[in-house]
């Protein structure tokens, strides 16, 4: 193999020259733009805590919370990080927890009303499971004619349960039999026999399965009611002299 005339190498080292001589010029290009860029993260992060404080100072935990996880998540290892982490679990905490208070609150559903020569209230709550259009109500009735029930309401030809029957329940996880028995004028409702025992279980529960069998398919479901958000203050009282 002939070498290389050196009149052809010449052009060619320059090359190689002029190549490295771009490539370290860019990489102090990359090196200038590195505090820059940090000086913008931190302005950006500032910018988020000074909003954070404000929603903290005025009591604005979803808020809060949000912006809180936003500068963790986008500013990791910045002092504003630092000083967030130090409310924002309390702040988080207490948000959900009044979340989830105001959630099953919702779902209950009160109401005062003519009914049958009389005046009823009513407090009433859907199945959270199952879903769909055929949900069965739990209801808590106070009549000044009827006095007190407490009944599921359904849909279809009511439910199976001849004379009366034991419904298989859990409440909050412990399980139990409920009484209860179909309404002789046909409805399609199964009522709790023992109403002032079961209220009384229900305010103090916060989830209530109870097991039945509709007569349509004759399958049995769980009704699951999530009850935690009762509220007996919205649920009138009968007169006096009604039990």
Request: hydrophobic residues 40%; aromatic residues 6%; positive net charge.
């Amino acid at each position: 193999m002939s070498p290389v005339p050196f009149r052809l190498l010449v052009p060619a080292l320059g090359l190689v020259l002029l190549i490295g001589g771009c490539s370290q010029q860019g990489g102090h290009a990359s090196d200038a733009a590195k505090p820059a860029a940090q000086a913008s993260a931190d302005a950006a992060a500032a910018q988020d805590l000074d909003t954070y404080r404000q929603l903290v100072r005025i009591h604005n935990d979803e808020m809060a919370t949000t912006f809180g996880e936003k500068i963790v998540h986008d500013y990791p290892d910045s002092a504003a990080a630092k000083e967030v982490q130090q409310t924002l679990p309390e702040i988080s905490k207490r948000y959900h927890e009044n979340a989830e208070k105001s959630r099953l609150a919702a779902l209950w559903l009160y109401q005062v009303s003519p009914m049958s020569g009389g005046t009823q209230s009513t407090a009433v709550i859907y199945t959270s499971k199952p879903v769909g259009a055929d949900k069965v109500r739990l209801v808590l009735r106070r009549h000044t004619q009827w006095g007190q029930n407490a009944f599921l309401f359904g849909s279809g030809k009511g439910f199976v349960c001849k004379g009366t029957c034991t419904l298989p329940a859990k409440v909050d996880g412990k399980a139990m039999g409920i009484k209860a028995f179909a309404p002789p004028s046909g409805e399609p409702a199964l009522m709790i026999k023992d109403d002032k025992a079961f209220i009384a279980l229900l305010e103090k529960a916060q989830k209530i399965t109870l097991t039945v069998t509709p007569r349509d398919d004759g399958k049995s479901e769980e009704l699951v009611y999530e009850v935690g958000g009762f509220d007996p203050a919205k649920w009138l009282p009968l007169p006096k002299g009604r039990k």
